[in-house]
Protein backbone atom coordinates (compact mmCIF):
# COMPACT_ATOMS: atom_id res chain seq x y z
CA UNK A 1 0.00 0.00 0.00
CA UNK A 2 2.59 2.59 0.82
CA UNK A 3 4.23 1.85 -2.59
CA UNK A 4 0.38 2.82 -4.80
CA UNK A 5 0.84 6.07 -2.38
CA UNK A 6 3.83 6.63 -3.47
CA UNK A 7 3.18 6.35 -6.51
CA UNK A 8 0.33 8.26 -6.10
CA UNK A 9 1.76 10.93 -5.11
CA UNK A 10 4.88 11.25 -7.48
CA UNK A 11 1.89 11.30 -10.54
CA UNK A 12 0.22 13.70 -8.99
CA UNK A 13 3.65 16.09 -8.52
CA UNK A 14 4.52 15.44 -12.15
CA UNK A 15 1.06 16.53 -13.07
CA UNK A 16 1.10 19.70 -11.21
CA UNK A 17 4.77 20.42 -12.70
CA UNK A 18 3.98 19.95 -15.75
CA UNK A 19 0.27 22.02 -15.58
CA UNK A 20 2.76 24.42 -13.91
CA UNK A 21 4.63 24.47 -17.20
CA UNK A 22 1.82 25.06 -19.28
CA UNK A 23 0.31 27.72 -17.25
CA UNK A 24 -0.01 31.19 -18.73
CA UNK A 25 2.26 33.46 -15.99
CA UNK A 26 5.38 34.41 -15.73
CA UNK A 27 8.48 32.67 -14.02
CA UNK A 28 7.98 34.56 -10.63
CA UNK A 29 4.37 34.34 -10.71
CA UNK A 30 4.78 30.72 -11.09
CA UNK A 31 7.45 30.12 -8.22
CA UNK A 32 5.62 32.14 -5.62
CA UNK A 33 2.14 30.11 -6.34
CA UNK A 34 3.99 26.77 -5.80
CA UNK A 35 5.62 28.21 -2.13
CA UNK A 36 2.44 29.54 -1.14
CA UNK A 37 0.43 25.77 -2.52
CA UNK A 38 3.52 24.03 -0.70
CA UNK A 39 3.13 26.01 2.68
CA UNK A 40 -0.61 25.75 2.76
CA UNK A 41 -0.20 21.50 2.20
CA UNK A 42 2.21 21.17 4.32
CA UNK A 43 0.29 23.34 7.06
CA UNK A 44 -2.82 21.20 6.47
CA UNK A 45 -0.38 18.18 6.51
CA UNK A 46 0.56 19.32 10.44
CA UNK A 47 -2.93 20.20 11.48
CA UNK A 48 -4.10 16.52 10.27
CA UNK A 49 -1.39 14.61 11.74
CA UNK A 50 -2.06 16.52 14.92
CA UNK A 51 -5.72 15.86 15.04
CA UNK A 52 -5.50 12.11 13.89
CA UNK A 53 -3.10 11.38 16.94
CA UNK A 54 -4.97 13.54 19.50
CA UNK A 55 -8.46 11.81 18.54
CA UNK A 56 -6.66 8.29 17.96
CA UNK A 57 -5.29 8.96 21.76
CA UNK A 58 -8.42 9.71 22.73
CA UNK A 59 -10.29 6.84 21.47
CA UNK A 60 -7.29 4.57 22.84
CA UNK A 61 -7.63 5.84 26.31
CA UNK A 62 -11.53 5.42 26.00
CA UNK A 63 -11.32 1.91 25.48
CA UNK A 64 -8.27 0.12 25.96
CA UNK A 65 -6.80 2.68 29.28
CA UNK A 66 -3.30 4.89 29.93
CA UNK A 67 -1.36 1.96 29.02
CA UNK A 68 -2.54 1.69 25.51
CA UNK A 69 -3.04 5.31 25.15
CA UNK A 70 0.76 5.44 25.57
CA UNK A 71 1.86 3.34 23.11
CA UNK A 72 -1.13 5.00 20.80
CA UNK A 73 0.41 8.08 21.17
CA UNK A 74 4.10 6.35 20.48
CA UNK A 75 2.55 5.12 17.39
CA UNK A 76 0.85 8.35 16.20
CA UNK A 77 4.41 10.58 16.72
CA UNK A 78 5.75 7.78 14.72
CA UNK A 79 3.20 7.68 12.28
CA UNK A 80 3.48 12.01 11.71
CA UNK A 81 7.29 11.56 11.73
CA UNK A 82 7.13 8.80 8.92
CA UNK A 83 4.12 11.29 7.40
CA UNK A 84 6.62 13.95 7.22
CA UNK A 85 9.45 12.13 6.01
CA UNK A 86 7.50 11.09 3.04
CA UNK A 87 6.17 14.91 2.90
CA UNK A 88 9.43 16.41 2.82
CA UNK A 89 10.83 13.67 0.24
CA UNK A 90 8.07 14.09 -1.98
CA UNK A 91 8.82 18.15 -1.92
CA UNK A 92 12.49 17.14 -2.54
CA UNK A 93 11.58 15.23 -5.36
CA UNK A 94 9.10 17.85 -6.89
CA UNK A 95 11.78 20.57 -6.39
CA UNK A 96 13.83 18.31 -8.26
CA UNK A 97 11.61 17.75 -11.23
CA UNK A 98 10.60 21.33 -11.30
CA UNK A 99 14.38 22.15 -11.79
CA UNK A 100 14.59 19.67 -14.40
CA UNK A 101 11.82 20.73 -16.40
CA UNK A 102 12.64 24.66 -16.07
CA UNK A 103 15.99 23.76 -17.32
CA UNK A 104 14.64 22.30 -20.56
CA UNK A 105 12.33 25.45 -21.01
CA UNK A 106 14.79 27.68 -20.47
CA UNK A 107 16.84 25.46 -23.25
CA UNK A 108 14.48 25.28 -25.29
CA UNK A 109 13.67 28.94 -25.07
CA UNK A 110 17.22 29.52 -25.44
CA UNK A 111 17.04 27.52 -29.18
CA UNK A 112 14.21 29.92 -30.51
CA UNK A 113 15.16 32.37 -32.82
CA UNK A 114 13.48 35.94 -32.14
CA UNK A 115 12.01 37.30 -35.83
CA UNK A 116 14.34 39.31 -37.98
CA UNK A 117 14.25 43.10 -37.38
CA UNK A 118 13.32 45.02 -40.83
CA UNK A 119 11.00 42.90 -42.00
CA UNK A 120 9.55 45.96 -43.81
CA UNK A 121 12.74 46.56 -45.36
CA UNK A 122 12.99 43.07 -46.92
CA UNK A 123 9.25 43.29 -48.29
CA UNK A 124 10.95 46.76 -50.04
CA UNK A 125 13.52 44.84 -51.69
CA UNK A 126 11.35 42.03 -52.41
CA UNK A 127 8.92 44.47 -54.44
CA UNK A 128 11.58 45.74 -55.87
CA UNK A 129 13.22 43.04 -57.43
CA UNK A 130 9.87 42.02 -58.61
CA UNK A 131 9.77 45.20 -60.67
CA UNK A 132 12.81 44.73 -61.57
CA UNK A 133 12.50 41.21 -62.95
CA UNK A 134 8.51 43.00 -64.41
CA UNK A 135 10.90 45.16 -66.34
CA UNK A 136 13.27 42.98 -67.42
CA UNK A 137 10.69 40.70 -68.81
CA UNK A 138 9.52 43.68 -70.92
CA UNK A 139 12.52 44.70 -72.52
CA UNK A 140 13.26 41.11 -73.76
CA UNK A 141 9.70 40.85 -75.61
CA UNK A 142 10.39 44.34 -77.04
CA UNK A 143 13.35 43.08 -78.25
CA UNK A 144 12.68 39.67 -79.29
CA UNK A 145 9.82 41.38 -80.98
CA UNK A 146 12.21 43.93 -83.17
CA UNK A 147 14.46 40.81 -83.90
CA UNK A 148 11.60 39.10 -85.35
CA UNK A 149 10.12 41.93 -87.41
CA UNK A 150 13.74 42.20 -88.79
CA UNK A 151 13.74 38.58 -89.84
CA UNK A 152 10.45 38.57 -90.83
CA UNK A 153 9.02 41.44 -92.35
CA UNK A 154 5.36 42.16 -91.89
CA UNK A 155 3.25 44.62 -94.06
CA UNK A 156 0.30 46.16 -92.39
CA UNK A 157 -2.53 47.01 -94.59
CA UNK A 158 -4.38 50.02 -93.66
CA UNK A 159 -8.16 48.96 -95.19
CA UNK A 160 -10.78 51.58 -95.23
CA UNK A 161 -13.90 49.94 -94.19
CA UNK A 162 -17.69 51.77 -95.32
CA UNK A 163 -19.49 53.61 -92.91
CA UNK A 164 -22.76 52.67 -93.28
CA UNK A 165 -25.97 54.22 -91.93
CA UNK A 166 -27.82 53.11 -89.47
CA UNK A 167 -31.22 52.34 -91.17
CA UNK A 168 -28.99 50.73 -93.77
CA UNK A 169 -28.02 48.11 -91.17
CA UNK A 170 -31.11 47.90 -89.36
CA UNK A 171 -32.71 46.67 -92.36
CA UNK A 172 -30.10 43.91 -93.34
Request: contains cysteine.
Amino acid sequence: MGNKLGVFLAGGLVGAVAALLCAPRTGSETRNMVAEKANAVWGEAQELGAQTASTAQQVVEDVAGADAAARTQTFAQDAVAKGQNVVSAVASKGQEIYGAAASRVQEAKNNVKPAPEGTDDLREKIEAARARIAAQVAKNAEESAAAASEEIPVEVSQEVTPTTDTAEGEQA
